[in-house]
């Protein structure tokens, strides 16, 4: 029978990480989201030890390590400022202590105060190229030859569209599930607008209902960009 998420995470801990100073468990498990695929997300500090990401399979459980020290952290913080995907943030933040210590609180209090702030604004360069390149998408999935070229391009452009939404408004974004989540809880009946413009080009071909709402996100911010374009 599969261990106990907190007990394998635990046991984990014990084996593979004695000498650390204190460690969280994260993810979908620590949230009460998981599925029959999670696995346990490991975050583990070090006074000075290098950052390193480790995977296993241990007590019927993949399991993700992630190592960090009181300098790789914040390093780790600046970069998803600019990527605007907060994933150690979001996990130290919601993180279940795992080994304790007194330094945790004020750990994740730097992490609250964090994703608080924000990401970094889109610069004005960031969104012109937005403007180019979503509309040349944009062009190739309305012309699309046949449903898989169709297909395709919209599956590349649902995802630069939704994230481009959560920036410009200063919101966090994520990948695959994360992004999904962001979005509704930035916008709930906008997402699923959103949603419903997808489902309608696969359950029924209709193009339109996804372009119009494209167009509503970017006429505002100046809409298609190719007359003049340089880069």
């Not at 914040?74 to 919601?94: N, T």
């Not at 309305?142 to 452009?157: C, G, H, Q, R, Y």
């Not at 996804?210 to 996100?217: A, P, Q, R, S, Y």
Request: aromatic residues 14%.
């Amino acid at each position: 029978m599969k261990l106990d998420a907190i007990i394998a995470a635990k046991r984990f801990v014990n084996e593979f990480h004695r000498d650390c100073q204190f460690a969280l468990l994260a993810g979908s498990v620590s949230k009460g989201l998981a599925t029959e695929s999670s696995d346990l997300d490991i975050i583990v500090f070090y006074e000075d030890c290098p950052n390193t990401r480790e995977s296993y399979v241990r007590y019927d459980w993949k399991i993700e390590s992630f190592v960090h020290n009181h300098l790789s952290y914040k390093e780790y913080f600046a970069k998803e400022k600019q990527s605007g995907r907060p994933v150690l943030a979001s996990m130290i933040k919601d993180g279940i202590v795992l080994k304790e210590h007194p330094v945790i609180n004020s750990i994740k209090q730097v992490a609250v105060d964090y994703l608080n702030e924000g990401p970094e604004s889109l610069t004005p360069e960031f969104i012109r190229l937005s403007r180019y390149f979503v509309y040349d998408l944009l062009d190739d999935f309305v012309d699309s030859k046949n449903d898989e070229e169709a297909m395709m391009t919209l599956n590349l452009l649902s995802i630069q569209v939704a994230d481009f939404i959560l920036r410009v408004n200063n919101q966090w974004t994520g990948r695959g599930k994360g992004l999904v989540r962001a979005f509704k809880e930035f916008d709930e009946s906008f997402s699923e607008r959103y949603f419903n413009t997808l489902d309608e080009y696969f359950r029924n071909g209709n193009k339109q209902p996804f372009v119009e709402l494209v167009n509503e996100v970017y006429v505002p911010l100046g809409g298609q960009l190719f007359d003049g374009f340089k880069q």
